[in-house]
């Protein structure tokens, strides 16, 4: 298969006048083109309209494998100085791309616009790029461009004279730490592990970072279970740190947190699904009836997990090698919304979707100042089906606290980390 025999559909949804306003128009690219990552879809906004606009919210994304389409929904303004739309119905098409639908005036209403995180204002790009000359003191090359965004975090490039900036910002959600308070001690304190920050702002969640380079995304089992090895010398040096830690920001997510929250598989229900899962994803009723059944024994793993020697540590809460960077000195370890002190063994949920039996030897050998390896062992088994619940929690708040349709995208993360946790649970299962 080649890019180019995919297809992406833009729905856009163009805010104009102060929201009263909002032009809709359709558009079809060639290829395929990632709705998060709005740099191909603006250029060809450009190329099609003459509009130079930033997106303000992914409103919905879905796609198709068999038919090799994507489809989203992208809601975008003019960006301050950019060009003026002409009020009539727009057209065209540049090389390589379908010919666009006619131009459509709606309502902001009709078009459910209603708030959102701080970068569905327009003027927000604007008030970053301030921060960062008049606060940072950094000299801007150029206007911030948009390199990834959604409905829980947006991310900016600045061209500077000393290299490229990224600004994250993050929504507020429970179980989201400050990112920037976080990943600013971190920086501190292992450096040569994690990406330095030139600045963040509590208030405004914002995080300034130095150029890191590209994430690695996709790598052989070798490159995991070196990355794995890695991760866990960062977590046993973390290991005293932890009071420190815990005041920068990190949440308090120990087993004694984690037994709490299992009483909430006894809410699972698939006859009345969650509002912010599709209930074609969700779970099914013999699922729910094995959710069910398998509370006390998690309760008991929790209990029986407390007698291991392995200490408490630093748990990142997303690690995979989308997450990770190489650095000059190893591997970077980024993106800490989920930043948690916690069991450390809850952080290897890549042996749910890229197991390997060198990589989790790698990870529990740097453990064996702690316990033995039979007993490390022993610990993963029961630590297991944990990951897998500690997961699905995370996916679960976050899906309470989007607007949809995102929320129903997050939610399939919920019913799948569940079906993850029963298969921990069944007998044979080697993760």
């Known amino acids: 298969m080649t890019e180019t025999e995919w297809h992406t559909r833009i729905d856009w949804l163009i805010v104009w006048d102060d929201d009263t306003r909002v032009l809709a128009l359709k558009t079809e690219l060639a290829g395929r083109v990632e709705p998060d990552n709005p740099g191909q879809a603006l250029a060809a906004l450009r190329k099609q309209t003459g509009i130079d606009a930033a997106v303000l919210r992914l409103s919905g994304a879905e796609t198709d494998e068999t038919a090799r389409i994507i489809r989203c929904t992208l809601v975008a303004a003019p ?18 791309d379908r010919h666009a639908e006619p131009a459509t005036w709606v309502s902001a209403v009709e078009a459910g616009l209603d708030g959102g995180p701080p970068w569905t204002d327009p003027r927000w790009i604007d008030g970053v790029a301030e921060w960062l000359s008049a606060d940072l003191g950094l000299d801007l090359d150029d206007r911030l461009e948009q390199e990834r965004l959604w409905d829980l975090s947006a991310v900016l490039r600045a061209a500077t004279p000393r290299g490229d900036v990224y600004v994250k910002s993050s929504v507020a959600t429970p179980l989201f730490a400050d990112e920037g308070a976080v990943t600013a001690v971190l920086d501190k304190l292992f450096p040569a592990q994690v990406p330095a920050v030139l600045g963040h702002h509590g208030d405004r969640r914002l995080l300034a970072l130095a150029d890191f380079g590209p994430a690695i995304r996709h790598a052989s089992d070798e490159v995991n279970a070196e990355m794995l090895s890695s991760y866990a010398a960062l977590q046993v040096e973390s290991v005293e740190r932890v009071p420190e830690l815990r005041s920068a920001g990190c949440l308090d997510r120990r087993l004694p947190w984690l037994s709490g929250q ?27 009836a094995q959710l069910r059944e398998s509370m006390p024994g998690l309760m008991a793993a929790c209990a029986e997990l407390t007698g291991f020697a392995v200490p408490y540590s630093l748990v990142h809460g997303d690690l995979h090698l989308g997450n990770v960077a190489r650095g000059p000195l190893g591997y970077l370890f980024f993106d800490w919304t989920d930043a948690a002190i916690a069991h450390p063994f809850l952080d290897l949920s890549s042996q749910f979707f890229q197991p390997g039996g060198s990589a989790l030897d790698g990870y529990l050998a740097r453990w064996a100042d702690f316990d033995s390896p039979e007993r490390l062992r022993a610990a993963w088994k029961l630590a297991a089906p944990l990951c897998a619940l500690n997961q699905a929690i995370s996916y679960a708040s976050l899906a309470a606290h989007l607007p949809p349709p995102v929320e129903k995208m997050v939610g399939g993360g919920t019913a799948m980390w569940l079906r993850r946790l029963l298969r921990a649970q069944a007998p044979g299962w080697v993760g």
Request: glycine letters at 14%; aromatic letters at 6%; hydrophobic letters at 35%.
């Open 79 to 96: 960006r301050t100085g950019g060009n003026v739309l002409p009020q009539r119905p727009l057209s065209g098409a540049g090389r390589g």
């Open 262 to 288: 299992i009483t909430w598989l006894g809410e699972v229900d698939h006859a009345a699904p969650p509002t912010w899962c599709d209930p074609a994803t969700w779970v099914t009723a013999e699922e729910a």
